[in-house]
């Protein structure tokens, strides 16, 4: 037996978990905590300025509540969770 077979026989084998484990350490080296800017995600400050500027169009809706201003407040309340919650989502739950 040479020795690269025997380097081959003592790696430990690929499972879900040390995939696991291994994406968990490139994680917390590469910073993508919920705060965090990365290159698909916004920092605090840019979550904060896009949670101002979502929550604009529903006070436009109800300063005109009657009677467009209804439909827009209705639909923005299926729009705006969701768009919370893209917004406010850690990189690496993308």
Not at 21 to 40: F, I, N, P, Q
Request: no cysteine.
């Amino acid at each position: 037996m040479s020795g690269r077979e025997s380097h081959l026989d003592s790696e430990e084998p690929f499972t879900s978990a040390a995939a696991a484990a291994r994406l968990a350490r490139e994680r917390s080296r590469a910073g993508t905590g919920k705060w965090d800017a990365t290159t698909v995600t916004f920092g605090l400050a840019g979550r904060v300025v896009g949670t101002v500027l979502m929550t604009l169009p529903l006070l436009i809706f109800l300063k005109g509540f009657f009677p467009f201003g209804f439909v827009g407040v209705v639909s923005w309340l299926v729009v705006f969770p969701r768009g919370i919650r893209e917004l406010w989502r850690r990189a690496d739950r993308l």
